[in-house]
């Protein structure tokens, strides 16, 4: 993974390189380097110009979703003694951007060969609200065992978007790297299903907006944190303790880890995850307990499990 500094990062990183997994790599079971998904699977490395043979992704050849949109975030964050609550539109409080995909750029084509049902093509879904209304543990705990991710959202973030699985399926219904298959915007992100989430170290546009008063740590010390995943642990940005950006050596199965961190104002000693360049990019699997997230790809291994395309996922249908 090669890692640039510079002041494109609203925390002070910018990462222009990721490394993909090559194709074969197993998402049936935790292990670092992949993720844990509750259909099981194989994954396929797609063929794209800006992958070279070695599986790294130059994001600076990898064409970005041209446009600027802009959009009114209304995401309330709220605790009581034992939980967190998310409610919100689930749009971002940073342009993005423009979705439908626009005819005769770059991007256009790479969305135009994927169908998706009611669309012409993905290129032409746009971004909508939808009702985000999510609760989580305010202190979880870690569990005995990881758990599979089984639903597309793995996490909110403080930007008002979501965080998704990072797996999709091309036109042939193969699991892929969505950062790999497809080009997003520049803020790492794109529409499902109208809903707009990320995908990878997309803390390159958090900390816009009236939510701006996140914390900001420069390019130096551990990142701030820039969401929650559904079993309520945080999810931060790429710095670790000492202000070096994370390689998944440093992180367990579910592309997380435990030292002190900051948690509502005080320094704890708990367990969060990271965003970084290696694949998974962010959730790899559970370490807590996670909740459903109504409205957003719920039990969609089931379809897999039962031997029919992967419709719900990725890139296949709707995305």
């Known amino acids: 993974m ?20 090559p194709t074969g790599t197993s998402i049936a079971s935790p292990a670092r380097d992949t993720l844990y998904a509750c259909k099981g699977g194989t994954l396929t490395r797609p063929d794209r110009p800006w992958i ?7 994001v600076l050849k990898r064409p970005f979703v041209s446009g600027t949109m802009h959009w009114h975030q209304a995401l309330r964050v709220w605790t009581t003694a034992t939980k967190r609550h998310f409610m919100g539109n689930g749009l971002p409080d940073h342009p993005t951007g423009r979705f439908p995909v626009q005819k005769g750029t770059p991007a256009y084509k790479y969305y135009a060969e994927i169908p998706s049902p009611g669309y012409p093509n993905a290129a032409a879904i746009p ?16 569990a005995a065992q990881p758990t599979c991710i089984d639903q597309l959202t793995t996490g909110m973030a403080l930007a008002g978007g979501t965080f998704h699985l990072e797996v999709a399926t091309d036109a042939e219904d193969r699991p892929v790297d969505p950062n790999a298959a497809l080009p997003l915007d520049r803020c790492w992100g794109h529409p499902y299903e109208t809903q707009y989430h990320y995908h990878g170290p997309s803390q390159t546009c958090f900390g816009f907006g009236k939510a701006s008063g996140r914390p900001q740590q420069g390019a130096a010390g551990h990142s701030p944190l820039v969401g929650y995943a559904i079993d309520g642990f945080g999810i931060y940005g790429p710095r670790g303790e000492d202000g070096r950006i994370v390689r998944n050596k ?9 030292h002190t961190i900051m948690w509502d104002g005080k320094k704890v000693v708990m367990y969060h995850y990271h965003l970084n360049g290696e694949y998974p990019y962010s959730i790899g699997c559970f370490r807590g307990t996670p909740v459903t997230v109504h409205g957003s790809g719920h039990g969609w291994c089931h379809q897999w ?15």
Do not use: F
Not at 250 to 258: E, Q, S, T
Not at 305 to 319: I, K, L, M, Q, Y
């Open 127 to 142: 971004i909508k609200p939808w009702n985000l209304d999510v609760t989580v543990p305010r202190n979880p705990t870690v």
């Open 52 to 58: 070279d043979t070695h599986g790294v992704i130059d």
């Open 250 to 258: 440093d992180l367990d199965v579910c592309h997380g880890h435990m």
């Open 2 to 21: 090669d890692v640039r500094s510079g002041e494109e990062g609203r925390d002070g990183t910018l990462i222009t390189r990721l490394h993909t997994p």
């Open 305 to 319: 499990d039962r031997g029919s395309p992967p419709r719900a996922v990725g890139t296949r249908r709707r995305h």
